[in-house]
């Protein structure tokens, strides 16, 4: 009986392609992405190296963001994925959420759209509907709360202002900062989205809470109406 071939480990490489030596020479930074998965499956198939596999992943499943998105049997599904690294996947994805996600005494002060789009892009990249959030800053401008308000199809007639201004409003709160998604990826405010910033804004006024910003997520890219001057006076 002819003898199957083992499988591609990272140990298996030459020095210089191995990832597990190269971030601890170089930093995790200066590695790819395939090289990064790589080091959590640890193994590849006969014929395939590990890093291959990674690569090859990668491509199938449409990136860091399809990974997030897919679901455990679906990387399970994959070939060279079995139960034990497809949770290895699934587990490293959580934990990067909840990064995303700390407390907000742990958080710096938002300084610019880029502070709240790191908060939230990495969750919101992964939906397949419309979600409204509301962020509530104190005085400082940290976070002290996410109110995930609306999830589907969003449109001025269905959001109620009173809700949007509600979890300031518990909390003595001085401003908010609007974000949604666009789940087709392209972050492009659209009208309705303007007309919302502008009915949020004009309210907010007369109740002394400032709509700082209002962001839109398409997939890890995002577009500030504050800074294109949409719905804002």
Known sequence: MRETPAAYRVSDMEANDRPRERLAEVGAENLSTAELLAILLRTGLPGEN?????????????????LHRSSLQELRDQHGLGLAKATQIKAAIELGRRLASEKPEDRPAITSPRDVADIV???????TQEHLWVIVLDTRNRVMHIERLYKGSLNLAMVRV?????????RSAASIILVHNHPSGDPTPSPEDVALTRTVWSAGKQMDIEL????VIGGFN?????????GFA
Request: no cysteine.
């Open 162 to 170: 009173a809700e949007v201004l509600k979890p300031a409003i518990l």
């Open 212 to 215: 700082l910003d209002h962001l």
């Open 222 to 230: 995002y577009v500030s109406l504050k800074e294109r001057g949409l």
């Open 50 to 66: 590990v890093v291959a596999l990674a690569g090859r992943l990668l491509k199938d499943m449409g990136g860091l963001s399809g």
């Open 121 to 127: 892009k990495y969750e919101m990249s992964a939906f």
